[in-house]
């Protein structure tokens, strides 16, 4: 095995976020994600409905494919 995945549930990023703290103006999931992905985590849990209520799937796809950390649960 040549590296490790790190995850977790992405409600864990909550914790201390504030408006004011990323672009608000981004859906609050990939806020959350973009958070777990400068703490260095790969991989991640999502909750539905709860972390797709408004949030276009487009928008999301997009993310993972820009960003290191990818979805591995619902």
């Known amino acids: ?3 490790f995945s790190y995850g ?3 409600n864990s990023f909550k914790l201390g976020l504030k408006d004011g703290d990323e672009d608000a103006s ?3 999931t990939l806020r ?3 958070r777990a992905a400068t703490a ?3 991989q991640m849990d999502l ?3 709860d972390h797709f209520n408004g949030l276009p799937i487009g928008e999301l796809k997009r993310f993972v494919s820009d960003n290191p950390v990818k979805i591995n649960g619902l």
């Open 1 to 3: 095995m040549d590296s």
């Open 26 to 28: 981004r859906h609050m």
């Open 32 to 34: 959350l994600l973009a």
């Open 47 to 49: 909750n539905f409905p």
């Open 8 to 10: 977790a549930r992405l």
């Open 40 to 42: 260095g985590l790969t």
